[in-house]
């Protein structure tokens, strides 16, 4: 009998150690935060699959996927036609929620710090070296600002939060055209760390420091962030309907460019201006066991109930019409 219901127990962990199924994925710190939160709630009903993911950066995220070594990747920034011709497999860009490159600082300053692009360009590139210098004044000029040197923080790995906030700054400052991507050129001086909560970390530990990261870090950091001019010379904070208000409208041209479409400085209303998708990154041809849980993931992931999930810890949710046809693409992913 003891000898039965062991052979019954061994042979129960064997069925169950060869039903779950491990997906591994790696990439953008941006998008960390909503994976680590949404396969916590999407193992919890479907415990068939294992799903790993490490916040790596979104470009050795890509790197990864392109040598097979992880299953998905994350990122901010779509893939370079270099970077997909080098993939075994086309690669479909699911946007699954959009989010907020804030410009966040520690500084003591009392009230909300406001700042243009052209401003915040020169801060970046080394030009303004101080808090109270007459270009920030200007903008803010009822606000006591400190007469103490700028420490500028920057990403010191491949970046999708990088892309995005150079990107903006290719926009806004001719002598940044042509400077963007995941890893930038920073000015001799400015410090740098690996991922968004590499620095975050450097804003809370130096006084007069100014950095980019996701709003999910200023938020769980406490730090301070700008609000940003738009094209309409609005200052704007980031907030969920803002980053989603850069998305209105844009169905067709998302189609037309299989998702890999840019939202930075959006000339929409109560937009703000540092927005981006974030992607999933997948193969259109999967073998059929890991695939099917891929699958299963991602078109949850743009469901109601995920997206909503998504908007209570500060990231936006992705328009329903671009939803509904990152589905489809989905739905003819080749399980093989």
Same mark, same amino acid.
């Given at each position: 009998?003891?000898?039965?219901?062991?052979?019954?127990?061994?042979?129960?962990?064997?069925?169950?150690?060869?039903?779950?199924?491990?997906?591994?994925?790696?990439?953008?710190?941006?998008?960390?935060?909503?994976?680590?939160?949404?396969?916590?709630?999407?193992?919890?009903? !479907?415990?068939? *699959?294992?799903?790993?993911?490490?916040?790596?950066?979104?470009?050795?995220?890509?790197?990864?996927?392109?040598?097979?070594?992880?299953?998905?990747?994350?990122?901010?920034?779509?893939?370079? *036609?270099?970077?997909?011709?080098?993939?075994?497999?086309?690669?479909?860009?699911?946007?699954?929620?959009?989010?907020?490159?804030?410009?966040?600082? !520690?500084?003591?300053?009392?009230?909300?710090?406001?700042?243009?692009?052209?401003?915040?360009?020169?801060?970046?590139?080394?030009?303004?070296?101080?808090?109270?210098?007459?270009?920030?004044?200007?903008?803010?000029?009822?606000?006591?600002?400190?007469?103490?040197?700028?420490?500028?923080?920057?990403?010191?790995?491949?970046?999708?939060?990088?892309?995005?906030?150079?990107?903006?700054?290719?926009?806004?400052?001719?002598?940044?055209?042509?400077?963007?991507?995941?890893?930038?050129?920073?000015?001799?001086?400015?410090?740098?760390?690996?991922?968004?909560?590499?620095?975050?970390?450097?804003?809370?530990?130096?006084?007069?420091?100014?950095?980019?990261?996701?709003?999910?870090?200023?938020?769980?950091?406490?730090?301070?962030?700008?609000?940003?001019?738009?094209?309409?010379?609005?200052?704007?904070?980031?907030?969920?309907?803002?980053?989603?208000? =850069? =998305?209105?409208?844009?169905?067709?041209?998302?189609?037309?460019?299989?998702?890999?479409?840019?939202?930075?400085?959006?000339?929409?209303?109560?937009?703000?201006?540092?927005?981006?998708?974030?992607?999933?990154?997948?193969?259109?041809?999967?073998?059929?066991?890991?695939?099917?849980?891929?699958?299963?993931?991602?078109?949850?992931?743009?469901?109601?109930?995920?997206?909503?999930?998504?908007?209570?810890?500060?990231?936006?949710?992705?328009?329903?019409?671009?939803? *509904?046809? *990152?589905?489809?693409?989905? =739905?003819?992913?080749?399980?093989?």
């Amino acid at each position: 009998m003891i000898r039965s219901l062991i052979l019954t127990a061994v042979l129960f962990v064997s069925a169950t150690s060869q039903a779950a199924v491990t997906i591994n994925g790696s990439g953008s710190t941006f998008a960390e935060p909503i994976y680590t939160r949404w396969f916590s709630d999407f193992q919890k009903k !479907n415990p068939g *699959a294992q799903f790993n993911y490490q916040g790596v950066g979104s470009g050795a995220g890509i790197k990864q996927l392109i040598e097979g070594t992880v299953d998905f990747a994350g990122s901010d920034d779509p893939m370079k *036609a270099e970077d997909a011709a080098k993939a075994k497999e086309t690669v479909l860009h699911v946007p699954i929620a959009m989010g907020a490159v804030v410009v966040s600082y !520690n500084a003591p300053i009392t009230g909300t710090l406001q700042l243009d692009g052209k401003t915040i360009a020169d801060m970046f590139s080394g030009k303004i070296t101080k808090w109270n210098d007459a270009a920030i004044a200007k903008l803010n000029p009822k606000l006591k600002l400190p007469d103490l040197a700028i420490v500028v923080a920057t990403r010191s790995d491949g970046s999708g939060t990088t892309a995005v906030f150079s990107e903006y700054l290719s926009k806004v400052s001719p002598e940044w055209v042509g400077k963007n991507g995941k890893t930038v050129k920073w000015f001799t001086g400015s410090l740098g760390a690996k991922g968004n909560a590499g620095v975050a970390g450097l804003i809370k530990q130096n006084p007069g420091t100014v950095g980019y990261v996701e709003l999910v870090y200023a938020k769980e950091n406490n730090l301070p962030y700008a609000t940003v001019q738009n094209k309409d010379g609005k200052f704007i904070e980031a907030t969920n309907a803002s980053v989603s208000a =850069a =998305a209105e409208g844009i169905k067709k041209e998302a189609v037309e460019s299989n998702f890999k479409i840019s939202i930075t400085d959006s000339a929409h209303k109560g937009a703000y201006p540092i927005s981006s998708f974030t992607w999933m990154l997948v193969f259109e041809k999967m073998p059929k066991e890991k695939g099917t849980e891929i699958v299963k993931f991602s078109t949850w992931a743009l469901s109601e109930e995920a997206q909503k999930i998504a908007g209570s810890i500060n990231y936006s949710p992705v328009p329903k019409e671009i939803r *509904a046809e *990152a589905l489809k693409a989905i =739905a003819k992913i080749k399980l093989q």
